[in-house]
């Protein structure tokens, strides 16, 4: 577990408790690198498992937290949500996350969108807010008001310029991208990158 920690930067103490044991979130965040605060998001975004106790506490099974650590060796591969149209284009966005070694996920509809979301956890979704049938932004709206996803940063793509208005809604929606089509292949590989770069 120790080598595992250090490729990412996360101090591991020489000897960690055995697997039967459990620790804090506290211990665990010093464990990592990190504040207590942030492992309690990652548990209650469902990234690690822990126990709620019934004074309130968390406990973290320290075999757990070494699957957790383990699984940050795949970090160059996620799941990313690609909410659009069915037709070529969301096939082509979508083989362009799938050359990026990422995991495309595709819904063409607000239900499935959320019912995959909540399912499979995403590391990002790609909203395209063009769609006819598909009202994009009631869709993030109910994406942040989501309790697990909330967080969960979102790249959108149109066939225009934002107008003003457009633009105020998608940064009061944290959106932290946007492209338009027609998409230039690297253009979407640079700035999926740089948003994915920001996440664990």
Known sequence: MAEQAAMYGIRAPAKLPPSEQYISPNDAGRILSVTGEAVKQWIYHRRLPATKMSNGYWKIRVGDLEEFIQARQDLGHKRILIIDASGGPVTELSN?????????????????ALLKASDQY?????????????????????????RNI???????????DLKDAES????????????????????AVDEIGRILGRIL
């Open 96 to 112: 362009t996350v799938e050359k990026m070694g990422h995991l495309p996920v595709v819904a063409h509809n607000a239900a499935d």
């Open 122 to 146: 995403p590391a990002l979704f790609i909203v395209n807010v063009s769609m006819t049938q598909v009202d994009a932004w009631k869709l993030m709206e109910k994406i942040r008001h989501t």
């Open 150 to 160: 909330k967080t969960i940063p979102i790249l959108i793509v149109s066939d225009h």
């Open 168 to 187: 105020d809604r998608a940064l009061a929606l944290g959106a932290q991208g946007f492209l338009k089509r027609p998409l230039k292949a690297q253009t």
